[in-house]
T-cell receptor, first 116, second 114 residues
């Protein structure tokens, strides 16, 4: 079974530029998550989709971050404009069911973003 | 919201020794407690999880214990090997509409020395 795929793996941009990350979850997984992991910290949830609807985006900085999951499969996370403090690893995860409160979350390898 | 504290932040053990990592959580409604291992340059990988209806779970050299009253849970690794060296994260979640929202601890860097 293929895992969660993410691209690109690394990205370096200047502050105030825009960037986009892509995620392809495990086939058949209904729920998709984007996390931000700052160096030395645990992952922090940014947004959670159930199929193609947003379930939780309470920690997403909506003035600069946006995300979509068209057709309930792939997802993109965008930052515009980027700030220095956005430097982090952006992790995508997926879980099997829609609404499963104890479903295992499977993580992708992440995209390491450096903002200069 | 939920708060998860994890200790220690670094742990160094000799190969073959045991390692214990402890976490506490704040929300008594939390009912799912996974542990993830993260190697350098990779995403977190689930190694074991426990649900609130059990107090202990074991999988070969790895075990997790849960004390709901004290809101503590711990990861135990026995007979440690060099390949166990990584960062370990605990997490907690509670039922909410639309799935589970994991709150992670700050991680423990485990180093297994030869």
């Amino acid at each position: 079974e293929a895992g969660v795929a993410q691209s690109p793996r690394y990205k370096i941009i200047e502050k105030r530029q825009s960037v986009a990350f892509w995620c392809n979850p495990i086939s058949g997984h209904a729920t998709l998550y984007w996390y931000q992991q700052i160096l030395g910290q645990g992952p922090k949830l940014l947004i959670q989709f159930q199929n193609n609807g947003v379930v939780d985006d309470s920690q997403l900085p909506k003035d600069r971050f946006s995300a979509e999951r068209l057709k309930g499969v792939d997802s993109t996370l965008k930052i515009q404009p980027a700030k220095l403090e956005d430097s982090a690893v952006y992790l995508c995860a997926s879980s099997l069911t829609a609404g499963g409160s104890t479903d295992t979350q499977y993580f992708g390898p992440g995209t390491r973003l450096t903002v200069l | 919201g939920e708060n998860v504290e994890q200790h220690p932040s670094t742990l160094s053990v000799q190969e073959g020794d045991s390692a214990v990592i402890k976490c506490t959580y704040s929300d008594s409604a939390s009912n799912y407690f996974p542990w993830y291992k993260q190697e350098l340059g990779k995403g977190p990988q689930l190694i074991i999880d426990i649900r609130s209806n059990v107090g202990e779970k074991k999988d070969q050299r790895i075990a997790v214990t849960l004390n709901k009253t004290a809101k503590h849970f711990s990861l135990h690794i026995t007979e440690t090997q060099p390949e166990d060296s990584a960062v370990y994260f605990c997490a907690a979640s509670k039922p909410k509409g639309g799935g589970n929202k994991l709150t992670f601890g700050t991680g423990t860097q485990l180093k297994v020395e030869l």
